[in-house]
């Protein structure tokens, strides 16, 4: 029994021994171990661990744990790793022992990683696996999360070894990060501030932009619509609370979903540009330009569906680059045009366009994994966006406007901004009727220029040309809000003066409107000044018929003599009907 005993201890040290030596014989142990400070969080990999790139991404943990061969290298503290298309990227790297209490977490940020394996050995000499990245549900990663995280277990005792693996089609330039839970909570609270601003202020874009549509007719703010939720949607995407909220279950299209929502957030950014400034209607070329790059952008979004991730960036990266190229080209066209929007689009634009080289700059491992190569697209949009819409607004009050001066031209002097003729006989028969029920008087003055002619032999011709606009703003601002001033012809003008009024009253009006027309005027020579005449009635006293009194106020001045130095003339009072 003794000698039954001692044998199975002898098997048991025997075991224990070979399997020490075993792992202190093969080169899956790292050259340092990290040194996991909860003060000093996060962690960063640095130089601590050892990379090797398997080029035909064959080899098992196992058989590299057991190949001597390996050339083993210093992880880079940069983090750009030269890894291809096909190839994988192994890690390995030691932790320190620790309770079992402890939790802490690999995390990698960058939510469009395709695979990441984490292997570690358990007592029994079998290699347990951690698996996340866009091949892989998110429900189904050990911690479900934006980004990748692997848990880390520790041995209370000795230090635990690790095995990283990662596989993706466009290279890899993420930190490698150690965290514990609470610092990950704590940073999940200020991330998730920063993304509700943005998702919600994406969603409020979304919706002004339909509901502008629908109220305005209005394309642009489809268009914007449209952008606003494509815009929303490739933040989701590249922090990952797509693949962690939206659609968990769907791996194939997290692994697309980025490149295909921001080629379409292109489109629609590119077209919202080009309908603000009208492009269609002013350049034929740049027209067919914009739908070329369009029809373009199309065909690169069945190909990234139908096409390997291995084959995706050398179909996305030219469009990144040519569609931010076109859209400055069309805003610049427009500016240098004078469009009244094209400055403000180009200067929009250019921080946006700025960003995406940094992106672009990432993706092609130029530039290491930072909050400005990867967030600085969508923080400049949301700079981009308001600016956008302030744009639309401005636009869609001049095109307002605009239509309230053309359905105005039957009602009002274009040149002026003076109500026309009939709109005035109109205005004076109300006046009259509402007079003669209130038992009051009003007073309609009659106005002509006389020196025109005058005007342009001692000036010139546009001078001449723009006396009658500068009487037509002196009559404007002397009549109160209720009063109303017309253009008559081309060089007489009518005011309709609500009363009441008495005689006295009524026979300062003509002075006040001489002395305002000979007051100079703001960038006319001095001596050019308005030469008036005004005869004026009180209706209904001077007659109950806007025509008849019309016409006997034109008489009146008529009747002048061209010498006269009389400015003034006052209707006198019918004479009573005999029976």
Same mark, same amino acid.
Request: charged share 15%; proline share 7%.
């Given at each position: 029994m003794v000698a039954k005993i001692l044998s199975i201890r002898l098997l048991c040290l025997s075991a224990v021994m070979g399997l020490a030596l075993g792992l202190a014989s093969?080169?899956?142990?790292?050259?340092?171990?990290? &040194?996991?400070?909860?003060?000093?969080?996060?962690?960063?990999?640095q130089d601590w661990g050892d990379y090797w790139i398997d080029e035909q991404a064959l080899l098992t943990p196992q058989?590299?744990?057991?190949?001597?061969?390996?050339?083993?290298?210093?992880?880079?503290?940069?983090?750009?790793?030269?890894?291809?298309?096909?190839?994988?990227?192994?890690?390995?790297?030691t932790v320190p022992p620790a309770p079992d209490s402890e939790r802490w977490l690999i995390e990698i940020p960058y939510a469009a990683l395709d695979r990441a394996s984490l292997?570690?050995?358990?007592?029994?000499?079998?290699?347990?696996?951690?698996?996340?990245? &866009?091949?892989?549900?998110?429900?189904?990663?050990?911690?479900?999360?934006?980004?990748?995280?692997?848990?880390?277990?520790?041995?209370?005792?000795?230090?635990?070894?690790?095995?990283?693996?990662?596989?993706?089609?466009?290279?890899?330039?993420?930190?490698?990060?150690?965290? &514990?839970?609470?610092?990950?909570?704590?940073?999940?609270?200020?991330?998730?501030?920063?993304?509700?601003?943005?998702?919600?202020?994406?969603?409020?874009?979304?919706v002004g932009g339909l509901a502008g549509a629908w109220w305005l007719r209005d394309r642009a703010y489809l268009y914007f619509g449209v952008c606003s939720a494509l815009i929303g949607l490739t933040q989701a995407a590249i922090t990952g609370v797509g693949g962690l909220h939206l659609w968990p279950n769907a791996p194939r299209w997290t692994d697309c979903s980025l490149a295909l929502l921001a080629t379409w957030m292109l489109m629609a950014l590119l077209l919202l540009n080009a309908t603000v400034v009208s492009l269609a209607e002013r350049s034929r070329v740049l027209n067919a330009l914009l739908w070329t790059v369009l029809a373009a952008g199309a065909g690169v979004s069945v190909l990234l569906m139908l096409t390997d991730s291995r084959l995706r960036l050398p179909l996305l990266i030219p469009y990144l680059a040519v569609v931010p190229l076109l859209m400055l080209m069309i805003n610049l066209w427009a500016w240098r045009r004078g469009d009244r929007f094209g400055g403000w689009l180009l200067l929009s634009a250019t921080p946006f366009a700025f960003s995406l080289s940094l992106a672009i700059g990432r993706v092609l491992e130029w530039l290491p994994l930072s909050f400005a190569t990867e967030q600085g697209v969508l923080a400049s949009m949301a700079l981009q966006m308001p600016a956008m819409l302030a744009v639309l607004v401005l636009r869609s009050q001049h095109k307002r406007e605009n239509k309230r001066r053309i359905r105005g031209l039957d009602r009002v002097d274009p040149a002026t901004g003076l109500i026309i003729e009939p709109v005035f006989v109109e205005r004076m028969a109300r006046m009259i009727a509402r007079s003669g029920r209130f038992k009051h008087q009003g007073a309609v003055l009659m106005i002509d220029l006389l020196n025109t002619e005058q005007i342009q032999r001692d000036f010139d011709r546009k001078t001449a040309q723009e006396l009658p606009l500068r009487v037509a703003e002196r009559l404007l601002s002397t009549a109160r809000e209720i009063d109303s001033a017309a253009r008559l012809s081309e060089h007489r003008f009518g005011m309709l003066v609500e009363g009441p009024f008495s005689d006295e009253d009524a026979a300062t009006l003509g002075p006040r409107i001489i002395a305002r027309c000979l007051m100079p005027y703001k960038g006319l020579p001095s001596a050019c000044v308005a030469q008036v005449r005004v005869a004026y009635a009180l209706v209904p006293r001077h007659g109950d018929s806007a025509e008849a009194v019309l016409t006997r106020l034109a008489q009146k001045l008529a009747s002048a003599s061209p010498t006269s130095k009389r400015a003034v003339f006052a209707l006198h009072d019918l004479p009573p009907q005999t029976a």
């Open positions: 093969v080169p899956v142990l790292a050259r340092t171990i990290l &040194d996991l400070d909860a003060k000093t969080q996060p962690v960063s990999l058989q590299l744990a057991t190949d001597s061969r390996i050339r083993w290298q210093p992880t880079l503290v940069r983090g750009i790793y030269p890894l291809k298309a096909g190839q994988a990227l192994w890690i390995r790297f292997y570690t050995m358990d007592l029994a000499g079998a290699w347990l696996e951690q698996r996340v990245g &866009d091949l892989t549900p998110v429900n189904q990663w050990p911690t479900p999360h934006r980004h990748p995280l692997l848990t880390v277990n520790f041995n209370a005792e000795e230090p635990t070894h690790y095995l990283l693996r990662i596989e993706n089609a466009q290279g890899f330039s993420a930190p490698i990060r150690f965290i &514990d839970t609470g610092h990950l909570l704590r940073g999940e609270q200020r991330v998730s501030l920063f993304l509700g601003f943005y998702l919600g202020l994406a969603i409020l874009g979304c």
